[in-house]
């Protein structure tokens, strides 16, 4: 597309040309990429098994550590969904997780 523009010093207009400004495609996973080793990554891959979660609390007296067993529902980049064996579903930053132990072996594909 062509548009012209007048110049305040008043020569004749320049076309000027506008390009379209077009990302890159995205590049795919390469075949056999494994997803890489972050917490929130093996949390997703042990989703469903029976852990026992350990946080703290910086600077809180009232409640500066919590010990949770549950199952993991769900990970995310900053958080974990846990629902223990009543039901009770917590949703807690990953930020103050400390450690997780799990009865059986832990699924670790990197």
Known sequence: MV???WHPGGYPPQPQQHQQHMTP????????????SYIENILRMNRGKLGTFY????NNKEWNA???KGYVE??????????????KR???????LDYVT?????????
């Open 3 to 5: 548009q012209y523009y």
């Open 66 to 68: 919590k010990v949770i």
């Open 74 to 87: 769900a990970a995310g980049r900053d958080h974990l969904i846990i629902s223990d064996p009543n039901g």
């Open 55 to 58: 946080f703290t609390f910086e």
């Open 90 to 96: 917590y949703l807690m930053l990953l930020i103050y």
């Open 102 to 110: 799990f009865d059986e072996e832990i699924k670790y594909n990197l």
């Open 25 to 36: 495609p995205a590049q795919p996973p390469s075949p056999g990429r494994q997803e890489e």
